[in-house]
């Protein structure tokens, strides 16, 4: 029952993540490793951010969603 409701879940959000394939939308950055930074958007996704560094921490941006994926999506940086 358990992987039932998990493979559900999964899939849905997979789903919901795919709508935002090519949009710009607004990431808070919350740390840095290995050269990327990681933050969430406004529906608490977890965003991995090409482009930026540690100086964005705290930081709202607009990131570029190139990948999606179940419980998370990537993405470039924007500048404007």
């Given amino acids: 029952m358990i992987f039932l ?3 559900i879940l ?11 394939l090519g949009k710009v939308i607004k ?8 050269g990327c930074v990681y933050g969430r958007s406004s529906d608490n996704t977890a965003v991995k951010v ?3 560094g540690p100086e964005l921490i705290g930081q709202f941006v607009n ?3 190139n990948e999606a994926r179940d ?6 940086l924007v500048i404007a």
């Fill in 5 to 7: 409701v998990t493979e």
């Fill in 10 to 20: 999964r899939v849905t959000a997979a789903k919901n993540h795919q709508r935002n």
């Fill in 27 to 34: 990431v808070l950055v919350e740390s840095e490793k290995k």
């Fill in 50 to 52: 090409i482009g930026g």
């Fill in 63 to 65: 990131v570029m969603i």
């Fill in 71 to 76: 419980f998370g999506m990537d993405g470039e």
